[in-house]
C-alpha cells in the first residue's frame, strides 16, 4: 500500500420502504418461497415501515393467500424432520420463534410418523458414530445421547436410539 490511502467505507444505512412498497416487496418473497407472518413483520420493521401501517399489509397478504401460518408450519415440518432429521423439540422451538402460533405448531407437527422419525435418527447416529472419538462405551454413549438430544429429540426416543446404534 505505498502511497495509497485506506478510505473507511460508511455502513450501509437500511433501506426504508412504504407500505405499498413492502407489500410488493412481501408479494414477491412469498410468491417465491413460504414466509410466516413473524417473518414478514420482521422484515417489515427492518425496513422500517410504520407500525400502524404493518398489520394492514400484513391482513392484505394473509387475505390474498401469500402468507398463510398453516402452510409454512407444515411445509416446515416436512423439511426439517425429513431433510435435516431434527427432533420435534428443535422445530417447534423454531417455528415459535417464527412468530408461528402454538395451534399450529402442534397441528403441523402431527404429520410427523413417529417410526420414521426413530429411523431417521438411527441413521443420523450411526453416521455421527464414525467420527466420534470416546474412550470408553460411557464416553461413547453420553456423546451420541447430546447429539440426539442436540437436534430436537426428547430424551427417550435419543436413549433408545443410542442404544440400538451402540448394540
Excluded at 10 to 26: D, F, G, H, I, N
Excluded at 37 to 45: I, K, N, P, T, W
Excluded at 63 to 83: G, H, M, N, P, T
Excluded at 86 to 103: H, P, Y
Amino acid at each position: 500500500m505505498c502511497g495509497e490511502e485506506f478510505i473507511a467505507s460508511k455502513p450501509r444505512e437500511p433501506k426504508t420502504k412504504s407500505a405499498p412498497q413492502a407489500l410488493a416487496a412481501l408479494q414477491r418473497l412469498a410468491a417465491r418461497s413460504e414466509r410466516s407472518s413473524g417473518d414478514a413483520l420482521r422484515l417489515m420493521q427492518r425496513w422500517g415501515v410504520p407500525e400502524a401501517e404493518r398489520q394492514g399489509v400484513l391482513k392484505r397478504l394473509v387475505d390474498e393467500r401469500f402468507i398463510d401460518d398453516q402452510r409454512y408450519a407444515e411445509a416446515y415440518v416436512r423439511e426439517k424432520s425429513r431433510l435435516a432429521g431434527w427432533g420435534e423439540r428443535k422445530i417447534a422451538m423454531q417455528l415459535r420463534s417464527k412468530g408461528v402460533s402454538s395451534e399450529i405448531i402442534k397441528s403441523a407437527l402431527g404429520q410427523i410418523d413417529g417410526d420414521d422419525m426413530q429411523q431417521r435418527l438411527e441413521q443420523k447416529l450411526s453416521r455421527k458414530l464414525k467420527s466420534i472419538k470416546a474412550e470408553t462405551d460411557f464416553e461413547l454413549r453420553g456423546k451420541l445421547l447430546r447429539y440426539a438430544l442436540s437436534l430436537g429429540y426428547d430424551y427417550d426416543q435419543a436413549k433408545d436410539a443410542v442404544q440400538s446404534v451402540v448394540r
